[in-house]
């Protein structure tokens, strides 16, 4: 099938399009910048000038919108994102508050403001992104889709409560993501609170913090008290330097819906986490299901943001419909093109729901995707 202009491929390439049409030329073909080329001839041409194809999903790369990465000559550090993880009422929500609050400068918009599922700040000159636990289908979305979502997970584990079920789960996720742990030991202000007893219980989830003689770093805290706080940031940090995290700004946006709603007065609200390339108001974007055109972005401050790079977050308003969270992100073309990517989604979509509801088996991949 036909899936996407030269023009297309070579700003998911971060090359120019003449060069992809000298390549084409060389192979026979002539065509011209808006000129629309099939998956299998995109993605050899992808290889050819050195980039590596990962085919998101088969349906994905029916429509072309499959993943290029980038080549090494193109990326440049970014911040790590940070998703805090744990058992119900263990204080992750109060954590992420806590961090956040003890950035605002006071008097600053109100001082403290309202939860929100992701933000940014800036701990001596180095940027972190946090972001708050996504709900588990759309972790486990991520996840099938071979999505990565986070580059830390900070472990909250209540000092008077110690490991439970959700702790394991979370554990679970990390190990199979491959994200590095940071144990954050919370509630030590708590009256009956007991740090050993938590790393103790860890050791039977093969969690060996150093203080026992491993290398999973942990740190006390309280997200009440606040006390160490800039401790556990630091250790982000020093994390963070050891994965060399890398991305290329300067080329169409791709990324993550971190969470979405429908806004009474603003419509659909996404908060989207970019990954690769830079998000700039007017782009045209796809989520899963939904497009829109990107009418503004706005920080965690509620500020107008002009370009959102590699590691940010921003609320996105513009989309047509509300996407999900776990939808992957990626700027597209023009308008018509996301018509067409979104129309063909919702077709797979009523597909699949009519062979549930005809009650019919279906194939089993129809069923599955
Ligand atoms: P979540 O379910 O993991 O997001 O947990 P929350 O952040 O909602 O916290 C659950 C409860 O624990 C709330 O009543 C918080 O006020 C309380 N809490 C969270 N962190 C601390 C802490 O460091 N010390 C104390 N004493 N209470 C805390
Ligand atoms: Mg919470």
Redesign the pocket.
């Known amino acids: 099938p036909e899936a996407i202009t030269i023009q297309e491929l070579a700003n998911r390439m971060a090359e120019r399009a003449v060069d992809v049409i000298k390549l084409l030329m060389k192979q026979g073909q002539m065509l011209k910048i808006n000129d629309v080329i099939d998956a299998d001839t995109a993605e050899l041409i992808a290889e050819e000038m050195g980039h590596t194809v990962k085919r998101v999903s088969e349906a994905d790369v029916e429509e072309g919108l499959f993943s290029i990465e980038d080549t090494t000559e193109h990326l440049k550090p970014r911040p790590p994102v940070v998703t805090i993880m744990?058992?119900?009422?263990?204080?992750?929500?109060?954590?992420l508050?806590a961090i956040r609050n003890s950035k605002v400068v006071t008097g600053e918009a109100g001082g403290i403001t309202q939860h929100i599922g992701a933000y940014q700040i800036e701990q001596d000159g180095q940027k972190i992104t946090f972001i708050d636990t996504p709900g588990h289908a759309a972790f486990s979305q991520m996840r099938a889709r071979g999505a990565k979502s986070t580059d830390i997970v900070i472990l909250?584990v209540?000092a008077d409560d110690g490991v439970m079920p959700q702790t394991k789960e979370a554990i679970a996720h990390a190990k199979a993501a491959d994200v590095p742990i940071i144990i954050a030991i919370?509630?030590?202000?708590?009256e009956g609170s007991d740090p050993n007893r938590v790393r103790t219980e860890l050791l039977s989830e093969e969690l060996v913090t150093e203080s026992m003689g491993g290398d999973v770093i942990d740190v006390e805290?309280?997200?009440?008290?606040g006390q160490n706080l800039d401790k556990l940031l630091e250790m982000i940090i020093l994390q963070s330097e050891v994965l060399e995290l890398q991305a290329n700004p300067d080329r169409t946006a791709e990324g993550i819906v971190i969470e979405a709603q429908l806004d009474r007065g603003r419509g659909p609200v996404a908060t989207v986490l970019v990954q690769k390339g830079t998000l700039k108001p007017g782009d045209i974007l796809v989520a899963g299901a939904e497009w829109g055109r990107v009418r503004a972005m706005l920080d965690e401050d509620g500020k107008q943001v002009k370009e959102a790079p590699p590691s940010k977050p921003v609320e996105v308003l513009g989309f047509q419909g509300t996407p999900e969270a776990g939808d992957m992100v990626a700027v597209v073309e023009n308008e018509a093109r996301a018509r067409e990517i979104v129309e063909y989604r919702q077709r797979q979509i009523r597909e699949k729901a009519s062979v549930v509801a005809s009650g019919s088996r279906g194939s089993l991949e129809q069923m599955m995707n």
């Open positions: 744990g058992h119900v009422d263990h204080g992750k929500t109060s954590l508050d909250v209540a919370n509630k030590i202000d708590k805290v309280s997200a009440k008290s």
